[in-house]
């Protein structure tokens, strides 16, 4: 298992590698960036990006969207996976801002994993994105890749993964460590024929040398 120090070079390194990494998600409010959250589950950014202008120009706020029906979303969003589940959840989520929230998107873990399909990625990433407030959102990239390096347990859970890198990344470091983390796993460790000999970790990655020798 990697030591603290480890962890954090290793992500520095991720970051040196793609200083470019940032939320790739695109609304031009917080509640549509809660909105594109929910839809990315099991969807990638890239698709969600490609229906949600018509959405969000359809349901501005929480009090429009609050009374659609979720019939009414599908045909926005039927590209994506699991979009009845998801159709239901806008409207849910929107419904619970409105009459829990005064309209506004709320701003603690609690309150926000009170809405309809916001669970805790979700909360995660729009309080760091959205609030600027400290959190390690861990996706199914940063599970991957803090596996296979061994800064985890390789049977860890979403929530070991999070405390353990909350642990050793220093709390001002921790959004552009997910940023890094999730493009690392994206292009460089993909789930999938992941590069390892090609990658500047592999002397620290026991799953990668096991991979390429
Ligand atoms: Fe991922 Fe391979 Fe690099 Fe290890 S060596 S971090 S498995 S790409």
Redesign the pocket.
Known sequence: MLTDSEIVNAIHQMRAMFPEAGTTLKADTTFHFLLATILSAQSTDKSVNMVTPPLFARYPTPESLASAEPEDIEPFIQSLGLYHNKAKYLVKAAQGIVTNFNGEVPHTMKELTSLAGVGRKVANVVLAECFNIPAFPVDTHVSR?AR??GMVKPNATVLQIEKRLKEAVPKDEWLDAHHAMIFFGRY??TAKN???TK?P??PI?K??RD?VF
Do not use: A, I, T
């Open positions: 890749v296979r390096l460089q460790c992941p590069k390892c990658c970790l592999l990655c799953y990668g991979n």
